[in-house]
């Protein structure tokens, strides 16, 4: 029997500290740059592995990381669990019910960003050089991977973007991240399929037809029936008051080791189980926000930089740069992405006008390309020249996409938003004190005040919204809003509540400003700059403030106007 020793656990302590300095300390210098954090991971692995260290100083690095078995398997082991908890992580901050809910433009959008990118990208790997190959008679499983691969997308790349640009609670956003949520449900679902049919050791139509429905019954239970169980036993811990959130956070990690298991013995990955077992957390309305905010800072802190860098501790980048490979790459996977995403939109009946935006927001393969293609990797599918060269794409893809965005947006016809306000519709101090008797009461005072629109259509179709996904934004700001198909011109409200009122807003304050938005059918580029602004201007702490002074109704709408005027001079500029 092997034993660990002392010598063992120094080595480890030494190589987790290393990793965690450098990852983390990048990580903070990458995240000030608003660059993916994923970027300093990677290269903290760079530069302590066989890359750099193990040229300028081979003694170094062997002492650092030796070739020895069971200290290899620890880190290993460890960097393992990151991966794991990484894909629970990422099923936990999917709002699949939300996704579910606008399931008819998001599910065509998704389809097709899984159906084209898999074209795009089977077709070329077909003619690729065979010394890109593990094995040159499994060219078509081989291009299989590829396209597989190029189908992923990175959600919490483009969910941060949408935040830099205040686009997150706007109807583009909402479309983008539920597209992405049925993507990754549906791009995970094929890949562990295809790796555990294509690892299992018999292969016929009879296992893979048992691995398919297995797999879609068990999606289907957990995404249902799975769902409310899981909520069930999270609220029976609360009820017995069992020390939390340490009682919720062991719940969650049995769940998702049970999951996995059940995922490996169908016959596909354990990580599937993981992710599946994350987004029914996810969807537990029991579980507290700390609960969230501690399983995802303990992920995020302490096991996704030791993954990440412990890729380039096992991989020489430079042996195996491959500048047209990583181009091939690069550019089919964010071609492929870009058209999926934009044949999509056209195949629905959201605004064409959005069909850019939304189509940029899925071309970043970030995080998760990058987890795919180490399994791709260790399992033999591919080589390491290959897994570089996905590395480096998804690199790219999801550094570009914050500038490509903000390019797009630009381009568009600017408008000024004060023209849209309702000078008589501005509220000092709002008589309700719930959320849906301040929206009817913003939306009474402008039926009474111009004839424009219909009490209670209007008050439906924003109750729809806000049911669908909350408004509330952090600081205080909701920004409640519908389009409405009789509408002349678009029409902002707003409302001002001093006592505050419960929105459930992402930072648990209640809100004291309310933007009340109403805009027609065809105009959803007015109505996402009117969001993107408010939220801009809004965001500036010494606005808020003058707002909530105690002042007349002419004195705030003089404040609101002054806001926007600044806001639209520092664009200029």
């Not at 995403?341 to 056209?346: K, P, S």
């Amino acid at each position: 029997m092997h034993y660990l020793n002392e010598q063992n656990i120094f080595i480890f302590l030494i190589q987790i500290s290393l990793l965690w300095i450098f990852a983390r300390g990048f990580g903070e210098l990458f995240r000030r740059w608003k660059q993916p954090t994923i970027t300093a991971e990677i290269l903290t692995g760079i530069l302590l592995g066989p890359t750099i260290l193990g040229r300028l100083s081979p003694a170094v690095f062997n002492w650092i990381f030796p070739h020895d078995l069971i200290q290899q398997n620890m880190l290993e082991t460890v960097a393992w669990f990151g991966i794991l908890f990484f894909l629970l992580k990422t099923g936990l901050e999917m709002d699949f019910s939300s996704a579910w809910r606008q399931r008819g433009q998001a599910l065509t959008i998704s389809i097709t960003d899984v159906i084209i990118p898999m074209v795009i990208a089977f077709v070329p790997a077909l003619f690729l050089s065979s010394e890109y190959l593990v094995d040159p008679s499994q060219k078509y499983l081989f291009s299989l991977f590829i396209a597989t691969i190029m189908t992923i997308s990175a959600l919490p790349v483009t969910a941060r973007v949408l935040q830099d640009l205040n686009l997150h609670k706007t109807d583009v956003g909402f479309l983008i991240m539920g597209a992405l949520s049925l993507n990754d449900i549906i791009g995970w679902a094929i890949f562990t399929l295809v790796l555990g049919v294509v690892t299992s050791a018999v292969f016929n139509i009879v296992s893979v037809s048992i691995v398919l429905i297995s797999t879609v019954l068990f999606s289907v239970f957990c995404l249902t029936g799975g769902k409310y169980l899981t909520n069930f036993f999270i609220k029976k811990i609360q009820e017995l008051k069992m020390p939390e959130p340490g009682s919720s956070l062991t719940f969650i990690c049995i769940l998702g080791a049970v999951c996995g298991a059940i995922t490996l013995k169908i016959g596909i990955h354990a990580l599937f189980g993981f992710f599946i077992a994350g987004i029914m957390v996810g969807e537990a309305k029991a579980l507290s926000d700390k609960t969230r905010n501690v399983i995802s800072q303990m992920v995020h802190a302490i096991f996704i930089p030791l993954f990440f860098a412990n890729i380039g501790i096992k991989i020489d980048f430079l042996n195996n740069l491959d500048w047209f490979l990583i181009a091939f790459i690069t550019i089919i996977g964010i071609v492929g992405r870009y058209l999926g995403a934009w044949l999509g939109v056209t195949f629905t009946d959201h605004p064409r006008v959005n069909r850019s935006l939304i189509a940029i927001a899925h071309t970043p393969g970030g995080e998760m390309q990058i987890v795919v293609g180490i399994l791709a990797l260790e399992y033999g599918l591919i080589k390491e020249p290959v897994f570089v060269a996905i590395v480096f794409g998804a690199i790219f893809s999801s550094v570009i996409i914050g500038p490509w965005m903000f390019h797009a947006l630009k381009k568009r016809k600017e408008i000024n938003i004060t023209e849209f306000f309702n000078k008589r519709a501005i509220v000092p101090e709002l008589k309700a004190s719930q959320r849906d008797t301040a929206i009817r009461e913003l939306i009474e005072l402008v039926a009474e005040q111009d004839n424009l629109i219909d009490k209670e259509e209007s008050y439906t179709a924003v109750m729809s919204r806000e049911n669908s996904i909350g408004t509330a934004l952090e600081n205080g700001i909701a920004i409640p809003h519908a389009r409405l198909p009789d509408l002349l011109h678009p029409i902002i409200v707003l409302g001002r509540s001093k006592k505050g009122i419960d929105w459930n807003s992402i930072d648990g304050n209640k809100t004291t400003l309310i933007f009340l938005i109403l805009t027609s059918q065809d105009s959803d580029c007015i109505q996402l700059q009117i969001l993107r602004g408010i939220a801009t201007v809004m965001s500036n702490v010494r606005v808020r403030d003058n707002m909530l002074k105690d002042v007349d109704q002419p004195r705030l709408w003089d404040i609101v106007r002054e806001a926007f005027q600044d806001y639209y001079i520092k664009k200029e500029k």
